[in-house]
């Protein structure tokens, strides 16, 4: 018998998760393109709606990225050219650029150990007279220390801001992220818990005059048509993208139930192997696992294996945000965020999406569990 190449393993697959809902996105779809109303359409208003109500807030805002959301609330909050706003080395690199986009000076706080998240302990200590908000990041789909970080935050007299752009449906105490903080940034990115078929955003808010703000804004300013009242941009969600989005919504709580099975099934398979899983949520804490995170001291030895059979992987993320050539001019050099610097060094996400197969699981987790017997 000939041998034969085993099938790829994906890192993400985003066809099994559209093939259930082909035809009612091709009917919203129609409709859409039907109506004619591309741009902030009936569906739009409806999806914030219903985001609003999914989230429990009292106002969302489609916008066109979560890269947007986070820069439009920084606006709408008047942070900018002379503010300081605190968040952690280890994100994604636009949890930064909004802050440097709104023309302030984004300052790093260092991450826990355990979780990968903003340590209030950091935050205390990196905090500046000039900061006027902290970005929490709810990275992996895990939630943040939200009650210490709320309390430094309150103490210090400073906004807390949620980049959720990875946590959509994750909860705190029994209560969604997103509601916690002045607003929150979401991210409809395909590849996320909650994607379109491009790029979308949201923000979620309880506060009256930010979300009147963040209306203006994503629209140039506007209060009616050609009244400009701010100087704002072209920063809306289109209708396509929220019509996908209603009818991808309703799913969302049993796509992190799946997301968090897999997570459990990783976490067996892996418990007696050389692989760090990630830590469980705490109690009160919640993980709705965006990513799987795992480490390893021999990283490219590990990816090299997984490579070899077939199986993709990512890295989230390989070099901490003050070490990225584009922040070299803050001048943080190694050492700055030790935490931060060492988990980039030895993580490794594997394949995580709520359809991936038990057969795809254990192909990794074979290979995983083989590999640590050869290393060791
Ligand atoms: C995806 C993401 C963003 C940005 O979202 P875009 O829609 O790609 O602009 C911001 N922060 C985090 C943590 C993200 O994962």
């Given at each position: 018998?000939?041998?034969?190449?085993?099938?790829?393993?994906?890192?993400?697959?985003?066809?099994?998760?559209?093939a259930?809902?082909?035809?009612?996105?091709?009917?919203?779809?129609?409709?859409?393109?039907?109506?004619?109303?591309?741009?902030?359409?009936e569906?739009?208003?409806?999806?914030?709606?219903?985001?609003?109500?999914?989230?429990?807030?009292?106002?969302?805002?489609?916008?066109?990225?979560?890269?947007?959301?986070?820069?439009?609330?920084?606006?709408?909050?008047?942070?900018?050219?002379?503010?300081?706003?605190l968040?952690?080395?280890?994100?994604f690199?636009?949890?930064?650029?909004?802050?440097?986009?709104?023309?302030?000076?984004?300052?790093?706080a260092?991450?826990?150990?355990?979780t990968?998240?903003?340590?209030?302990?950091?935050?205390?200590r990196?905090?500046?007279?000039?900061?006027?908000?902290?970005?929490?990041?709810?990275?992996?789909?895990?939630?943040?220390?939200?009650?210490?970080?709320?309390?430094?935050?309150r103490?210090?007299?400073?906004?807390?801001?949620?980049?959720?752009?990875?946590?959509?449906?994750?909860?705190?105490?029994g209560?969604?992220?997103?509601?916690?903080?002045?607003?929150?940034?979401?991210?409809?990115?395909?590849?996320?818990?909650?994607?379109?078929?491009?790029?979308?955003?949201?923000?979620?808010?309880?506060?009256d005059?930010?979300?009147?703000?963040?209306?203006?804004?994503?629209?140039?300013?506007?209060v009616?048509?050609?009244e400009?009242?701010?100087?704002?941009?072209?920063?809306?969600?289109?209708?396509?993208?929220?019509?996908?989005?209603?009818?991808?919504?309703?799913?969302?709580?049993?796509?992190?139930?799946?997301?968090?099975?897999?997570?459990?099934?990783?976490?067996?398979?892996?418990?007696?192997?050389?692989?760090?899983?990630?830590?469980?949520?705490?109690?009160?804490?919640?993980?709705?696992?965006?990513?799987?995170?795992?480490?390893?001291?021999?990283?490219?030895?590990?990816?090299?294996?997984?490579?070899?059979?077939?199986?993709?992987?990512?890295?989230?993320?390989?070099?901490?945000?003050?070490?990225?050539?584009?922040?070299?001019?803050?001048?943080?050099?190694?050492?700055s965020?030790?935490?931060?610097?060492?988990?980039?060094?030895?993580?490794?996400?594997?394949p995580?999406?709520?359809?991936?197969?038990?057969?795809?699981?254990?192909?990794?987790?074979?290979?995983?569990?083989?590999?640590?017997?050869?290393?060791?």
């Amino acid at each position: 018998m000939m041998s034969q190449m085993p099938d790829k393993v994906p890192f993400l697959d985003l066809h099994s998760q559209l093939a259930p809902l082909r035809d009612e996105i091709d009917t919203a779809i129609r409709r859409v393109v039907d109506s004619c109303g591309f741009v902030l359409g009936e569906d739009v208003r409806a999806f914030e709606r219903e985001f609003a109500a999914s989230i429990g807030s009292r106002h969302a805002l489609g916008v066109d990225s979560g890269t947007s959301a986070l820069h439009l609330i920084l606006r709408g909050l008047g942070i900018g050219p002379g503010d300081d706003v605190l968040l952690p080395a280890n994100s994604f690199i636009a949890s930064a650029e909004c802050v440097s986009l709104a023309g302030a000076q984004p300052i790093f706080a260092d991450v826990d150990p355990e979780t990968h998240l903003l340590d209030p302990a950091s935050v205390e200590r990196h905090l500046t007279p000039q900061t006027k908000a902290v970005i929490v990041v709810h990275l992996f789909g895990r939630t943040a220390a939200l009650d210490e970080l709320l309390t430094v935050c309150r103490r210090r007299g400073v906004h807390l801001i949620e980049d959720a752009c990875q946590a959509h449906g994750a909860t705190y105490r029994g209560r969604r992220v997103g509601t916690f903080g002045i607003a929150a940034a979401w991210s409809f990115y395909p590849g996320k818990n909650l994607g379109a078929f491009g790029d979308a955003g949201g923000v979620t808010t309880d506060d009256d005059s930010l979300f009147q703000a963040l209306v203006e804004l994503r629209d140039h300013g506007q209060v009616r048509k050609y009244e400009h009242h701010r100087i704002g941009c072209t920063g809306r969600l289109d209708t396509l993208q929220a019509a996908v989005l209603r009818v991808k919504l309703p799913h969302l709580d049993s796509w992190n139930a799946a997301r968090r099975r897999i997570a459990a099934r990783y976490e067996t398979s892996l418990r007696d192997s050389e692989i760090s899983t990630p830590a469980p949520p705490r109690p009160g804490e919640d993980h709705v696992y965006h990513l799987y995170v795992v480490r390893h001291p021999q990283r490219s030895a590990v990816a090299q294996a997984l490579t070899e059979n077939q199986i993709g992987f990512g890295l989230h993320y390989p070099v901490p945000i003050h070490r990225t050539p584009a922040y070299a001019h803050l001048g943080q050099g190694p050492g700055s965020f030790p935490v931060s610097e060492r988990l980039a060094g030895g993580i490794l996400s594997l394949p995580m999406y709520p359809e991936l197969t038990e057969s795809h699981l254990e192909r990794v987790t074979d290979v995983l569990r083989r590999f640590s017997l050869v290393s060791g």
